[in-house]
């Protein structure tokens, strides 16, 4: 296989993704399959694509991800910041761009905590007046 083009690590909830840019023509290779046989979701797979779009690089590369952890829209968005990132780190002109459409930042929300005598984070049990 030739030497990849860029790098990138995404991560979005409890997801990581790892991308790896290849020369090619728009083929993803996401844990061994396809994108549309990874990501059913058509909304998934826009999301995906996001980062080449604005980046003005849809069918210019071969993107190998492995992807951990999560559900299927917290991988989705992990692989989003990871072909951001590889981008950028394959063309630095990228940066402005991918930055001003805020797919460099990390999405810092989290699922909050479970609290002790409820249900779940906020959920109470049922009140019972008798």
């Given at each position: 296989m030739p030497q990849h083009l860029?790098?990138?690590?995404?991560?979005?909830?409890?997801?990581?993704?790892?991308?790896?840019?290849?020369?090619?023509e728009g083929e993803f290779v996401i844990n061994g399959k396809s994108l549309e046989e990874y990501f059913p979701r058509q909304t998934l797979r826009d999301?995906?694509?996001?980062?080449?779009?604005?980046?003005?690089?849809?069918?210019?590369?071969?993107?190998?991800?492995t992807i951990r952890g999560g559900g299927i829209s917290g991988q989705a968005g992990a692989?989003?910041?990871?072909?951001?990132?590889?981008l950028v780190d394959c063309d630095?002109?990228?940066?402005?761009?991918?930055?001003k459409a805020g797919l460099l930042r990390r999405d810092p929300r989290m699922k909050e905590r479970k609290k002790y005598g409820l249900k779940k984070a906020r959920k109470r049990p049922q009140f019972s007046k008798r």
């Amino acid at each position: 296989m030739p030497q990849h083009l860029g790098y990138g690590t995404g991560r979005r909830k409890e997801a990581v993704a790892r991308v790896w840019l290849y020369p090619g023509e728009g083929e993803f290779v996401i844990n061994g399959k396809s994108l549309e046989e990874y990501f059913p979701r058509q909304t998934l797979r826009d999301q995906i694509m996001q980062a080449l779009e604005v980046a003005g690089s849809t069918g210019r590369y071969r993107i190998v991800a492995t992807i951990r952890g999560g559900g299927i829209s917290g991988q989705a968005g992990a692989l989003r910041h990871g072909i951001a990132r590889a981008l950028v780190d394959c063309d630095e002109t990228l940066r402005t761009e991918l930055k001003k459409a805020g797919l460099l930042r990390r999405d810092p929300r989290m699922k909050e905590r479970k609290k002790y005598g409820l249900k779940k984070a906020r959920k109470r049990p049922q009140f019972s007046k008798r």
